[in-house]
């Protein structure tokens, strides 16, 4: 019975790539703030002990992406820690639970220097979604996603009417499209 596999959405915002599963009717636990701190040791916990089967991980892409690659000399160290503790203790949940599949979300930047080589790249186009924003995937998944490609707007609709720099634009930027959620989801079950 699918209620019985946990798909976690670590760093899952709206929920928007586990919608799918959600809608199939796995059991999602979107963990993320302000409800769950995944830097608080209980949440960890529980996570764990959910034994789920599947773990999509959207890390914030604020310090890793290329975008603000050129303040990552000016940031401070605290922010820095902050968000590779965030990154380790997703790993932790990995790496104790072993789902039958997994996968580590951003654009492209500074992660690649830690988590190395991305198993995938995509751009949104690729499946549907008329705009680009390349972004890596880390893991253990099946990569094989049956594509939809369509010709990307230039400029992106995405970034011209979400400019500026808030916290509601960069949250609304960083929703996972769609079409590709989807095609993650039909390959990944």
Request: proline letters at 8%; glycine letters at 8%.
């Amino acid at each position: 019975m699918l209620k019985n596999r946990i798909i976690l959405d670590l760093c899952g915002g709206t929920g928007a790539w586990s919608k799918s599963y959600k809608d199939a009717g796995y059991n999602v636990k979107i963990i993320t703030l302000p409800q769950y701190d995944l830097l608080n040791e209980e949440v960890v916990k529980y996570c764990i002990y959910l034994n789920p089967y599947g773990i999509l991980f959207a890390v914030e892409c604020t310090p890793w992406a290329n975008s603000g690659a050129c303040w990552f000399d000016k940031r401070n160290p605290r922010e820095i820690f902050y968000y590779s503790k965030l990154l380790v203790k997703g790993l932790r949940i990995i790496m104790s639970t072993n789902p039958v599949f997994w996968c580590i979300e951003n654009p492209v930047g500074k992660m690649k220097d830690f988590l190395g080589k991305p198993k995938m790249t995509f751009n949104p186009c690729d499946y549907g979604d008329p705009y680009k924003k390349r972004t890596l995937l880390w893991g253990e998944f099946n990569s094989n996603l049956i594509k939809n490609p369509v010709k990307p707007i230039i400029p992106s609709p995405l970034h011209q009417n979400l400019g500026g720099k808030s916290d509601k634009t960069k949250r609304l930027r960083s929703i996972t499209p769609p079409g590709f959620a989807q095609a993650f989801y039909e390959a990944n079950r």
